[in-house]
């Protein structure tokens, strides 16, 4: 895997975790955890390059 599919993973996934504290405890700055998830996919797809092989 790419170092950057793997960041992309990694924040998707930190996103994720932090929508789910903040639907069980409200907390400041709750709402850039959607923003580290959009950002995450974004980073995840990018970073996926096709048809080069791991070597």
Known sequence: ???AAIAGA???????A???AGVVVPYPGR???ITAVM???TVLSIGRVPGEEEA
């Open 18 to 20: 932090g929508y789910v």
């Open 10 to 16: 990694v924040l998707t996934l930190v996103g994720v």
């Open 31 to 33: 709402a850039f955890s």
């Open 1 to 3: 895997m790419h170092p």
């Open 39 to 41: 950002v995450g996919l």
